[in-house]
C-alpha cells in the first residue's frame, strides 16, 4: 500500500467507507446525543491530524480503529469527570437509547440498546476488545490494533465475552 | 437469546451511510481547531520564554545602569535563562516523544503513563529546577542591586537605616517572608496540581495498561 497522496479525497473515501467505525465506537463509548456527536466529530478531526503519518503501514480501517479507539478512550476520561460532578447516576439505557440511530428496526432496537448499554458498562479495554470481535475483526487484527498478542486476545476475549455475558441478563454466551 | 444473536443483531445494525456531514464544513471546523491547538501551544511556550526573557532583561538593564559593579548579575541572568532554556528542551522533548492516536492502544497507554510520571517529577522536584535558580537569581540581583547602592549611589540613606534599625529590620523581614512565601505557595500549588490531576490520571491509565496486558 502506498502513503496517500491527497489526504483530503482519502479522507473522505474513508469516511464514506467507515462511517459505521465512528457511529460504533462513539456510540459505545459516549452518552447522550450530543456526546455521540462531539466523539464522532473528536475522533474525525484525529483522523484528520493524523492522516499525514499514514504510509500504508496498516490497513485503512486498522489505523481508524486505533485512532477512534484511543481517542474514545482520552474523549471518556475527561467525560466521566464531568458526569461525575453533574450526572452521577445516569440511566444508561435511556442514554444509549438518546444516542440511537433512526434507521434502526423497532424489534432490534431494543437489542441494539441493551447491547450498548452493556458496552459502556464495561470497563474501556474490555469495550474495545468487544466491539473489535462483534465488528468482526480476527484476533491477528485484534493484536494489530491494541498491540496485544494474539494469544492474549483470546484469552482477554473469552474475559470479555463471559463479562458481557453476565451484563446481558439472560444471555448465555454459547461458548461457555 | 445467546450471544451470538447479538452479534448478528450487532452486524445489522443500520448505519448512516456516506461521510455524515458537509467534508467543506467540517475541514472548516478542523482547521479551526487546529489553529487553536496550535495558538495555545504557541501562547504557553511563549510565555514560558519570553518571562524569561523579560526578567533577564530587567536584570541586563540593571547591570548596565550599575556599570561594572553589577557584574555579579550575570550569575543571575544565567539562572534565569537556564530556566527557561529547561523548558525549551522539556516542550522539544515531549514532542518528539508525543505519540499521535494512530499507535496501538497498549503503545499509546504506555506513552501516556511514561509522560505523565514525568511531569509528575518534574512538579514534585520543581525546588530543584525551578524555584532554586529563580531563588538564586533573585538573591544575587536583590545583593548585587544593595551593594551597589550602599557603595554608590545613595550611601545617606543606609547610613539613616542603621540609624533606625527597627525600619531596617522590618525591610529584611518583608524580603525575608515574601520570597519564601511565594515560592512556598508555587511549591503547594504544583503538589496539588499533582495530587489532584495527574495521580489520578495516572492511576485510570494504569488500571487501563494493566487490563490490557493481564
Not at chain 1, 444516542?99 to 479495554?125: C, F, H, I, V, W
Not at chain 2, 505519540?99 to 518534574?122: C, F, M, N, S
Not at chain 2, 511549591?187 to 489532584?196: G, I
Request: aromatic share 10%.
Amino acid at each position: 500500500m502506498s502513503p496517500p497522496a491527497n489526504h483530503e479525497a482519502t479522507f473522505q473515501s474513508w469516511l464514506e467507507e467507515h462511517r459505521g467505525i465512528f457511529v460504533k465506537v462513539a456510540r459505545s463509548f459516549a452518552r447522550g446525543e450530543t456526546g455521540v456527536g462531539e466523539l464522532q466529530q473528536e475522533m474525525m478531526f484525529q483522523l484528520w491530524l493524523s492522516l499525514p503519518r499514514y504510509a500504508g503501514q496498516a490497513k485503512p480501517s486498522t489505523w481508524i480503529y486505533r485512532v477512534c479507539l484511543n481517542t474514545a478512550m482520552t474523549w471518556r476520561r475527561g467525560e466521566q469527570r464531568r458526569e461525575r460532578r453533574i450526572e452521577p447516576e445516569a440511566d444508561l439505557s435511556r442514554l444509549a437509547a438518546d444516542a440511537a440511530t433512526p434507521a434502526e428496526t423497532a424489534g432490534n432496537k431494543d437489542l441494539l440498546e441493551q447491547l450498548y448499554s452493556a458496552l459502556q458498562a464495561m470497563p474501556p479495554s474490555e469495550r474495545a476488545l468487544v466491539l473489535l470481535m462483534l465488528d468482526g475483526l480476527a484476533y491477528r487484527d485484534i493484536a494489530e490494533v491494541t498491540g496485544m498478542t494474539e494469544n492474549h486476545v483470546g484469552v482477554a476475549l473469552t474475559r470479555a465475552r463471559k463479562h458481557l455475558a453476565v451484563l446481558l441478563k439472560g444471555v448465555t454466551d454459547e461458548l461457555e | 437469546m445467546n450471544l451470538n444473536d447479538y452479534e448478528a443483531i450487532w452486524k445489522r445494525q443500520e448505519l448512516p451511510v456516506g461521510p455524515g456531514a458537509d467534508l467543506a464544513a467540517l475541514r472548516g471546523t478542523f482547521e479551526k481547531k487546529r489553529r487553536k491547538l496550535a495558538a495555545t501551544l504557541l501562547i504557553r511556550d511563549f510565555l514560558e520564554v519570553s518571562a524569561g526573557a523579560f526578567v533577564s532583561g530587567v536584570f541586563a538593564y540593571s547591570w548596565w545602569h550599575m556599570g561594572k559593579e553589577g557584574w555579579p548579575m550575570v550569575f543571575a541572568i544565567a539562572l534565569i535563562l537556564g530556566i527557561s532554556g529547561f523548558f525549551v528542551r522539556e516542550r522539544f522533548r515531549s514532542h518528539r516523544l508525543r505519540l499521535g492516536p494512530d499507535v496501538p492502544l497498549v503503545a499509546k497507554v504506555e506513552a501516556d503513563i511514561a509522560e505523565l510520571r514525568h511531569q509528575r517529577h518534574l512538579l514534585l522536584n520543581i525546588w530543584s529546577w525551578y524555584l532554586m535558580p529563580c531563588g538564586g537569581a533573585i538573591v544575587i540581583g536583590g545583593a548585587t542591586v544593595v551593594r551597589v547602592l550602599i557603595i554608590k549611589v545613595q550611601p545617606e540613606f543606609f547610613s539613616a537605616l542603621r540609624q533606625h534599625p527597627s525600619a531596617l529590620a522590618w525591610i529584611i523581614a518583608y524580603v525575608v517572608s515574601v520570597l519564601p512565601l511565594c515560592f512556598w505557595g508555587v511549591w503547594a500549588l504544583n503538589r496539588r496540581a499533582v495530587r489532584r490531576q495527574i495521580e489520578p490520571r495516572l492511576e485510570e491509565l494504569e488500571k487501563l495498561r494493566q487490563s490490557l496486558l493481564a
